[in-house]
């Protein structure tokens, strides 16, 4: 005879234990079943969190090399900037050398003809042309070196435009590759906290980079403002101080 009763104590009934047994078997084929794809999930992850570093260290080398182009730029436009400068201090020199000898001229001139006229008429008119000769001549000089120093101005003008564009550029390449950085920081957090148990930690990470990226872009429209509005005084003719925009360090989280 086939005994049916319950095996105590580890059936309550009969087939408890069979049951069970595929419960397990079920159980067992979820859980490699769950193994694999968190395998999968997490090659998945590493291979897209490789490519985002490498995009990482791509991104800082190609800081680096632009920084150190600018660098040259920067001084090579100063050095043009002084040499224009000086340019432009000499030609004013020269022109205000140039007004006065005609002033002296015109002087004696004009006291020449106040005094007694003792001389020929010949005598008279061959000074008085002489004098008319000269006059024009310092004219021209002077019609010259006005030409010069308006030419002298606007390179100069060209030249602070220059450094100041140089100088905005390279600051708001600088802060556009801060904020490249800290995006790529982000889509890294995000892509590990999709699959990782300290999720709420990394969530607190991702919103402190966002704060950050907020601020950097802020300071970004500031400095660009202020770099225009530097420019559009060159442009206008106001002499004002050449200096950089003063540039808040934000700390990184």
Not at 13 to 28: H, I, M, P, S, T
Request: hydrophobic share 30%; net charge neutral; proline share 3%.
């Amino acid at each position: 005879e086939t005994n049916t009763l319950p095996f105590q104590p580890f059936e309550n009934q009969e087939g408890d234990l069979l049951r069970v047994e595929k419960e397990q078997q079920v159980l067992q084929e979820q859980l490699r079943e769950a193994e694999q794809k968190f395998q999968q999930l997490q090659s998945q992850r590493m291979e897209e969190t490789g490519a985002l570093e490498e995009l990482l260290k791509k991104s800082l080398e190609e800081t680096e090399v632009s920084q150190s182009e600018l660098g040259w730029f920067h001084q090579d436009s100063e050095t043009q900037v002084k040499k224009w400068q000086q340019e432009k201090k000499e030609t004013r020199e020269k022109l205000k050398a140039l007004r006065s000898t005609v002033k002296k001229h015109t002087e004696s001139n004009e006291r020449w003809g106040q005094k007694p006229q003792k001389n020929t008429k010949n005598t008279d008119s061959n000074k008085s042309n002489k004098f008319a000769n000269e006059k024009v001549k310092w004219e021209e000089l002077i019609k010259k070196s006005q030409e010069e120093s308006k030419a002298y101005v606007k390179r100069a003008v060209q030249a602070e435009l220059s450094v100041l564009q140089t100088w905005k550029d390279s600051e708001v390449w600088r802060l556009n590759g801060t904020i490249g950085r800290a995006e790529t920081n982000v889509r890294v957090l995000k892509a590990l906290g999709s699959s990782a148990p300290a999720a709420p930690v990394l969530k607190s990470q991702i919103e402190s980079w966002q704060t950050f990226i907020s601020n950097v872009k802020k300071q970004l429209e500031k400095i660009e403002a202020e770099y225009e509005e530097k420019m559009e005084l060159v442009r206008s003719g106001a002499r004002i101080a050449l200096t950089k925009v003063e540039s808040v360090d934000i700390p990184c989280p």
